[in-house]
């Protein structure tokens, strides 16, 4: 049942950014692995936490028409060990990949289109989140911004 419910939620995204994989996306960069926790958070925690600051900053932003470019570092998303060996299945790197288009995207816009494409890359977070690691998903619908 989630399979189905994330195969249209990833075939709508797909239709409504105009998907381009590039292949360069995958086994790129190397995650950044500074700690604050001494509890040793993941990789992808910690990248995790990377990206939300982006968006945070990148919604802040939106306000004075400006754009905040992001780190070549997220490009580590696929490659990112998580805490857990089980938590990525087959559709992960559909998600993380859409979420990179995302922000080509988002770094692409112009001033008209730039509250959607931002929404864009927050609706790219809940795709991947809905099908892999709910507990965040009413902290990130939080960064979403209601489009003029
Ligand atoms: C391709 C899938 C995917 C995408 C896209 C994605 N996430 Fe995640 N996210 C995960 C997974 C899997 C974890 C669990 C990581 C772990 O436990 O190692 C996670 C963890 C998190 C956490 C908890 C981090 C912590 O402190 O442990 C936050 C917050 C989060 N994501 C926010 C976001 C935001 C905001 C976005 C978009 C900017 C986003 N995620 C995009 C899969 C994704």
């Known amino acids: ?23 360069d996306w995958s086994n790129t960069a190397s995650a950044d692995t500074t700690d604050i926790n001494p509890n040793k958070s993941s990789e992808l925690s910690l990248l995790m936490r990377k990206m939300y600051d982006h968006a945070a900053e990148a919604r802040q932003a939106l306000a004075s028409n400006k754009k905040v470019s992001y780190p070549k570092s997220f490009l580590a998303i696929n490659t990112a060990t998580p805490t857990d060996d089980h938590t990525k299945n087959e559709y992960y790197t559909t998600f993380a990949d859409l979420y990179l288009q995302a922000l080509e995207n988002y ?3 112009s001033d008209v289109n730039r509250v959607k494409s931002y929404n864009n890359i927050v609706n790219a977070c809940l795709a991947c989140h809905s ?16 489009d003029k």
């Open 131 to 146: 099908s892999h690691c709910p507990g965040p998903v009413p902290k990130i619908k939080k960064l979403l911004i209601a």
């Open 107 to 109: 770094e692409s816009s």
């Open 1 to 23: 049942m989630n399979k189905i419910i994330a195969i249209i939620v990833v075939g709508v995204f797909i239709s409504i950014t105009s998907y381009n994989y590039n292949p």
